[in-house]
C-alpha cells in the first residue's frame, strides 16, 4: 500500500512539472511573437482624422480625457505652421505653433521619415502624418512623415 502512494505521488508530480513546462513554453513563444510583431506602416495606414495644429490642441487644452480617448493611438494627418526644426543624428522632429496658445504639436520622425526635413524653415505651413500618443504640455506625434 505504501508502494502504491508513492506511484500515485511521482504520477501526480510528472503531470504538475510537465503542465509547469507546457505553461513555460507557452508564454515564451507569446513573448517572442509579441516582441517580433511588425510595427504598423504609418506611411502606408488611413489617417483617422484629418484637422489643423490649432483645432487639435485647443480640443486637448479644452479636455485633456475626452481628446486622449478620442486620438490616442490613432494616425492623424495634422497641418500647421513650422514653429521649429530641430535634425539630430539621434532622432528629428518639428514643432507645428497653435496661435493662442504656449504649447504645440511635436512630431517625432524616425529615419525612414525625416528625409528633407533640414529644407523645412520655421513660418512655412506643412501637413503631417502620425500617431498621437498623448498630451504633456505638447500634443506627441511619433512616427511622422511628411505630407506632399
Known amino acids: 500500500m505504501l508502494k502504491n502512494s508513492f506511484f500515485k505521488m511521482k ?4 503531470i504538475v512539472f510537465l503542465i509547469a513546462v507546457i505553461i513555460f513554453l507557452a508564454v515564451a513563444v507569446f513573448g517572442y ?3 517580433n510583431k511588425p510595427h504598423r506602416n504609418i506611411q502606408k495606414t ?8 490649432i483645432v487639435l ?32 543624428p539621434s532622432n528629428s522632429s518639428i514643432l507645428l505653433s497653435c496661435e493662442g496658445s504656449f504649447f504645440g504639436i511635436n512630431c517625432s520622425f524616425n529615419s525612414n521619415g525625416s528625409t528633407n526635413l533640414l529644407e523645412i524653415k520655421a513660418g512655412s505651413e506643412i501637413q503631417v502624418k502620425g500617431e498621437c500618443m498623448g498630451y504633456i504640455d505638447d500634443v506627441i506625434l511619433n512616427n511622422c512623415f511628411l505630407i506632399n
Open 11 to 14: 504520477k501526480f508530480r510528472n
Open 33 to 35: 511573437l509579441l516582441y
Open 46 to 53: 488611413k489617417a483617422d482624422f484629418t484637422l489643423t495644429s
Open 57 to 88: 490642441m485647443s480640443e486637448f487644452e479644452a479636455n485633456t480625457t475626452i481628446a486622449a480617448e478620442k486620438y490616442n493611438g490613432k494616425i492623424l494627418i495634422v497641418s500647421g505652421k513650422v514653429e521649429s526644426v530641430r535634425v539630430t
